[in-house]
């Protein structure tokens, strides 16, 4: 593995260990905006994962 990737990788595990940065608190209080829409897959999506998995 690239040193820089595995260097970012390390920084972010150590994020996620220490709940520092991004990884900080309040995700689990967090809820979407109840004005969103409900996202949706692009049609034939199921068709595909189900293929793929019967191969």
Do not use: V, Y
Not at 13 to 35: K, T
């Amino acid at each position: 593995m690239d040193r820089q990737l595995e260097r970012a990788r390390g920084r972010a595990i150590g994020m996620l260990d220490d709940r520092a940065g991004p990884f900080a608190g309040g995700w689990p209080s967090w809820e979407p905006d109840p004005s969103w829409p409900l996202p949706t897959l692009p049609p034939g999506t199921d068709e595909a994962a189900t293929s793929a998995t019967h191969t």
